[in-house]
């Protein structure tokens, strides 16, 4: 593909489905088990901390029983191959990308091996529980909280993602419902760049009719086969 320089990737929860990693809203999905408003809100951490908390240990606590799968595997290949510019930015919370060996991973909606202070405001790298309220590295007051973006909060590092889409030649959308904003808006905004669009997802999204192409499919087979068209 010589007329692709840069490229901007939005990979979501459905890229680390085959690694065992719950989705939000396929059947079965977290939200079939937890109410949004309960665990996913700055209201719901105010009204029970411990159910948070708890929440968030859980998944955490996940993390250590799963490895990446073909799908991030083949994304960390593109990023150490691909010449132009990458951005990987992913609403997952998990640490796949980079255990793939994924350099350029911007985690626009936090990350579960992170800790937020809510004394000091101190992001730090984080790996255990947080239930038995732990003291800040930073601060040393028992005011963790996970380090993720809950609904109304705003995401992280929006001004880099939108100069990335400005420079971007090609976006690609991995693995996502396009049910939540602002990243289910990212398709049109490159749209309107005149970005050239495709989605690989395992079934048509919200979303869809927006990319100039999409594929249907598991990540763990689509991507492989996507980033070996894209690297000849
Ligand atoms: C904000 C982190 C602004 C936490 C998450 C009305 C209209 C428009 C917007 C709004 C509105 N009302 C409220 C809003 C804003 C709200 C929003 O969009 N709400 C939605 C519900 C309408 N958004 C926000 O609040 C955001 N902040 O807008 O701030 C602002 C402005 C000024 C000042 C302050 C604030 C913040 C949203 C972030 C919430 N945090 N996650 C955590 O992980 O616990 S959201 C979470 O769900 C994900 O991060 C992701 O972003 C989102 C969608 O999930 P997906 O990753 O897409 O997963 P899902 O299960 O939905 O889909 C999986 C897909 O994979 C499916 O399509 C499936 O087919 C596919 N799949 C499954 N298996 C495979 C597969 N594909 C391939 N292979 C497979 N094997």
């Not at 929440?55 to 132009?84: C, I, S, T």
């Amino acid at each position: 593909m010589a007329d692709i320089r840069n490229i901007v990737i939005l990979t979501g929860a459905g890229i680390s489905a085959e690694s065992g990693i719950d989705t939000f809203r396929d059947a079965g999905g977290l939200w079939e088990r937890h109410r949004v408003e309960d665990v996913a809100t700055p209201e719901g951490f105010v009204r029970d901390p411990e159910l948070v908390l708890n929440f968030y240990d859980m998944r955490r606590g996940a993390l250590a029983k799963v490895e990446p799968n073909a799908a991030h595997e083949a994304l960390a290949r593109l990023d150490r191959q691909w010449p132009g510019e990458l951005l990987i930015v992913t609403q997952n919370v998990d640490d796949l990308h980079e255990r793939a060996g994924a350099k350029r991973v911007l985690h626009m909606h936090g990350e579960l091996k992170s800790a937020l202070c809510t004394s000091c405001e101190t992001r730090s790298r984080w790996d255990g529980p947080m239930r038995d309220r732990p003291a800040c590295p930073a601060c040393d007051a028992p005011s963790l909280r996970p380090d993720v973006v809950w609904f109304g909060e705003m995401p992280y590092e929006m001004d880099r993602i939108y100069a990335a889409l400005r420079e971007a030649d090609l976006f690609v959308s991995i693995g996502t419902s396009g049910a939540v904003y602002p990243a289910a808006g990212f398709v049109r905004d490159a749209r309107e760049l005149g970005v050239r669009t495709l989605e690989l997802n395992l079934e048509r999204s919200e979303g869809s009719h927006w990319f100039d192409e999409s594929r249907q499919g598991l990540a763990g087979e689509l991507v492989p086969q996507w980033v070996e068209e894209i690297l000849l």
